[in-house]
């Protein structure tokens, strides 16, 4: 039975090992991917660090990828109904729902599905088929997911965020309430603060001013990059010249939307209260448990008609959005990726992503 290789957390905080698995026969519906490029995503470092508490070990991480069609079993099409043939390049969801929930089917938020898993986050690779994460050679695709033909001029790996940052992005952006002509912040410029910055430009944002500390340094000259009116070290300010600074260019209203992208409950207390009122507070960066924090319901929130709005991952209609966004080619989503690795070098793109060395670190199996 022929072999492949994959990038396996076995044990938290130490190196990634490379295995071999058996290619195991598919069933009736699957698709067998070859990995062309696969994305290292900060959710990544905290499962390696052992803080989310769905990492199942031994397993394949990566959620984020885009790859070629290798082996079908039985018919396939993509969304738009194309017959999908050995060599197509694809992109699928990474999200599997179960589709007959009341969440699936009548509140039409499949992300919120009570039994949704992800591929690279919810999956052991201890039993066959094994390859159920992107930092492999290939991905076993289960029977009926959605899959997308590309037929768009991008490099692969270009794509690669789409499928995770630029799907929460949407998904965010289409939470928030935004309206045209609204004045909004995006705090933390990273892969997600990056395409949040685009999807509320393309949402007809007025001006969208993007905060970083010191560590962003390079990613805040991006965001000017892909159309920020004007960026922020918070590292270099205080909270009063902060808010001073906002309230004078929003006229003494605050920001319509704040979109807090760092993934770090603390950030919250030092900025909710700028919120316009009638605005939204969005955290599309929370993915792990986080620590309590404080804040001051009635003058923040209640008070204001202030919105604190969850945005947990995506679904499909997000990131097809993600994907035309990226291909129209209005933003430089080229420079988000910063470090490329070889499937040997795994552990190094993870720390690379820790350290905010890298914006978006990709693995070329």
């Known amino acids: 039975m022929q072999e492949a290789r994959a990038a396996v957390l076995e044990k938290f905080n130490e190196p990634l090992k490379l295995r071999s698995f058996p290619l195991v026969p598919l069933e009736d519906g699957e698709v067998r991917v070859r990995i062309t490029c696969a994305g290292v995503c900060g959710s990544d470092v905290h499962m390696w660090r052992g803080n ?16 070629e069609i290798a082996e079908l079993s039985g018919e396939k099409t993509d969304l738009f109904g194309r017959t999908l043939k050995e060599g197509d390049e694809v992109l699928w ?29 919810s999956y052991s690779c201890s039993q066959p088929p094994h390859f159920l994460g992107c930092y492999g050679e290939y991905l076993h695709l289960r029977s009926g997911h959605a899959m997308i033909k590309l037929d768009m001029d991008v490099e692969p790996e270009v794509l690669v965020p789409a499928t ?10 289409e939470l928030s309430g935004l309206a045209p002509g609204d004045f909004a912040v995006v705090i933390g410029p990273g892969p997600v603060g990056l395409f949040v910055l685009a999807q509320l430009l393309e949402a007809g944002a007025s001006e969208v001013w ?43 209203i605050g920001p319509n939307v704040i979109m807090d992208c760092t993934g770090y409950a603390g950030v ?44 947990w991952v995506s679904d499909t209609s997000h990131l097809w959005s993600a994907v035309n966004l990226v291909a129209r080619g209005n933003y430089p989503f080229d420079k988000l990726i910063t470090h490329t690795f070889p499937l040997e070098n795994a552990t190094e793109a993870l720390k690379v992503t820790e350290s905010k060395e890298s914006v978006k670190a990709i693995l070329k199996p």
């Open 93 to 121: 969801e990474r999200g599997v729902m179960c589709g007959d929930c009341y969440f699936c089917t009548i509140k039409k938020q499949p992300a919120l599905c009570p039994t949704r898993k992800t591929y690279g986050i």
């Open 268 to 311: 919250l207390p030092h900025w909710i209260d700028l919120t316009a009122p009638g605005g939204t507070y969005s955290i599309p960066g929370i993915a792990t448990p986080q620590e309590e924090i404080p804040v001051e319901i009635f003058r923040s929130i209640a008070r204001k008609n202030v919105r604190l709005q969850g945005v």
């Open 210 to 252: 993007v905060a970083g500390t010191d560590a962003d340094g390079a990613r805040l000259k991006t965001a000017l990059e892909f159309g920020a009116a004007n960026t922020l070290n918070v590292s270099a300010m205080e909270d009063e010249e902060i808010r001073e600074c906002l309230m004078d260019k929003t006229r003494g």
């Open 164 to 173: 995770c940052s630029g799907a929460t992005a949407a998904h965010a952006v």
């Open 52 to 67: 989310d508490p769905r990492t199942p070990t031994p397993m394949i991480l990566g959620h984020e990828g885009v790859g």
